[in-house]
T-cell receptor, first 110, second 115 residues
Framework: LAKTTQPISMDSYEGQEVNITCSHN???????ITWYQQFPSQGPRFIIQ???TKVTNEVASLFIPADRKSSTLSLPRVSLSDTAVYYC???????????FGTGTRLTVIP | DTEVTQTPKHLVMGMTNKKSLKCEQH?????MYWYKQKAKKPPELMFV???????INESVPSRFSPECPNSSLLNLHLHALQPEDSALYLC??????????????FGQGTRLTVV
């Protein structure tokens, strides 16, 4: 399983764009990259998933460079409700996609 | 319906008690998971069921016993737990574990306290 490394915590002001980078130097050819969001005392929630280049949905964008050794989750114009822990996961099939790393604790400041 | 329902939400049990956690989904998912999460730590995978059969057991102590009676239900039977087993227990489901494009849906969890 590819190990992931993320910043432990980040602070951002409301209305700013936030970029959270995840390092996965040992990513395998068939691995996909998935991001989850977790609020306190709740289960994680799927945000976005990708394999290469750029993926965008109504919540976030995921940027993956050509070497795929890192990925960046981009949250546009964050609000206080985006304060949460964000996890980057890397794996091939479903079960392997569900090993969580340490995550990044994002705090949005008014 | 994209919900995974876990019951109970809170549970306090003694070290000699036997209790069960229940998880239910009606999304037609054939993969179901149990996780344990301690405070300020990431979720740790415990068990994975695929098509109602145990697929992965992450070296979990035998005092935790999973059961998947049908494709919609997942139970976690608890017996002779220790105080250090106190944690948030999360259930999740996804379509199948063979597919790469797995979006897992998580329940709200059961907050377990062992006294």
């Amino acid at each position: 399983l590819a190990k992931t490394t993320q910043p432990i915590s980040m602070d951002s002001y409301e209305g700013q764009e936030v970029n959270i980078t995840c390092s996965h130097n040992n990513i395998a050819t068939n691995d996909y990259i998935t991001w989850y969001q977790q609020f306190p005392s709740q289960g994680p929630r799927f945000i976005i998933q990708g394999y290469k280049t750029k993926v965008t949905n109504e919540v976030a964008s995921l940027f993956i460079p050509a070497d795929r050794k890192s990925s960046t989750l981009s949250l546009p114009r964050v609000s206080l409700s985006d304060t949460a822990v964000y996890y980057c996961l890397v794996g091939q099939t479903g079960a392997n996609n569900l090993f969580f790393g340490t995550g990044t604790r994002l705090t949005v400041i008014p | 319906d994209t919900e995974v329902t876990q019951t109970p939400k809170h549970l306090v049990m003694g070290m000699t008690n036997k209790k069960s956690l229940k998880c239910e989904q009606h999304m037609g998912h054939r993969a179901m998971y149990w996780y344990k999460q301690k405070a300020k730590k990431p979720p740790e995978l415990m068990f994975v069921y695929s098509y109602e059969k145990l697929s992965i057991n992450e070296s979990v102590p035998s005092r935790f016993s999973p059961e998947c009676p049908n494709s919609s239900l997942l139970n976690l039977h608890l017996h002779a737990l220790q105080p250090e087993d106190s944690a948030l227990y999360l259930c999740a489901s996804s379509q199948v574990i063979e597919s790469w494009d797995t979006e897992a849906f998580f329940g709200q969890g059961t907050r377990l306290t062992v006294v």
